[in-house]
């Protein structure tokens, strides 16, 4: 039996960027969260860092690695007891991968393998805890899963596959476990002091409908709300936060 007084995520790919941000969004709210990355140096700082706003420790995750993954599970189980969220947000977030003429397969797996087959590993392990918990599993997919740039076969094809891998999961596990998509449009991950030493053109911000680029805090919210029960009509969904851009035409006047 789960505990009801306490909540524990996973958020995958949370030592920077947009894992981090949601794992500081869940601790403020509350729950525990346990910060799983392949880069251990960042991963703990981020944990020191973070400690002051609840419980959070760091296990060192490669998501591609199939015993890294039930290693990771053990040790939640083993420290909480239970498991009520997993976000599966580590990537490959850089999307160039070159001209596909000049794509190896090598490049095209590591892509495809780490975006995609990650979450598919991380969500079969995790089904039993989320399961006990009636707990809810959230992909960080991407607008590229339904727009493009050149060049960016390997990642579109694995933001595309996780979308489709929600939806599916989404209808063999309800109802106890809810399945959503979150698919971010651009997200400016960089630390604050380089943001402002560094700043955006004034383009890049007015492109957006909203008038600006996103920041990980706008995706955490989305995150938050998908993982909790004012969601618990939603399932098999992908959510897109992207400021506006995939609703603009863009044909030359
Ligand atoms: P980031 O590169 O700042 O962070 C990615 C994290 O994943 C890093 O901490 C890295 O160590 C970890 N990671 C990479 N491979 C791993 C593996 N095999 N096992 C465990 N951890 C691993 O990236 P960012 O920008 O924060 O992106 C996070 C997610 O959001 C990615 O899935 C990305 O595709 C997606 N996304 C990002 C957007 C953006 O504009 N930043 C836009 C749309 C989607």
């Known amino acids: 039996m789960s505990d009801d ?15 981090r941000g949601v794992a500081l969004r869940l601790l403020r709210d509350g729950w525990a969260v346990v910060v799983g990355d392949i880069d251990e140096v960042i991963g703990q700082d981020t944990v020191e860092e973070l400690a002051r706003f ?16 039930v290693s990771c599970i053990e040790r939640i189980e083993e420290d909480f007891g239970q498991l009520n ?9 850089d999307p160039d991968s070159g001209p596909v003429e000049q794509l190896s397969l090598e490049e095209w797996n590591r892509r495809i393998t780490t975006n995609l087959t990650g979450a598919f590993l991380l969500s079969k392990h995790a089904i039993p805890l989320l399961r006990e918990s009636g707990g809810s599993i959230v992909n960080m997919a991407s607008t590229r899963a339904i727009q493009s740039e050149a060049h960016t076969e390997a990642y579109a094809a694995s933001k595309g596959g996780l979308v489709a891998l929600t939806h599916a999961l989404a209808i063999s596990l309800g109802p106890t476990i809810r399945v959503n998509a979150v698919s971010p ?9 380089q943001q402002h030493g560094d700043p955006l053109r004034a383009i890049d911000h007015d492109q ?30 992908n959510l897109v936060a992207d400021g506006g851009m995939t609703r603009q035409m863009i044909y030359v006047e």
């Not at 969220?85 to 977030?93: C, D, E, R, S």
């Not at 600006?212 to 709300?225: H, K, M, S, T, Y």
């Open 54 to 69: 609840g419980a959070v420790e760091f296990v060192e995750l490669d998501v591609t690695d199939e015993s890294s993954v």
């Open 85 to 93: 969220g997993l976000v599966n947000n580590a990537g490959i977030a």
């Open 208 to 237: 957006h409908a909203v008038g600006r680029v996103g920041q990980p805090d706008d995706i955490a919210a989305l995150v938050a709300f998908l993982l909790g029960n004012d969601a618990g009509f939603i399932t098999g969904q």
């Open 185 to 193: 449009g651009w997200i400016d991950t960089r630390p604050s002091p």
């Open 5 to 19: 007084s306490i909540r524990v995520a996973l958020v995958t790919g949370a030592a920077r960027g947009i894992g």
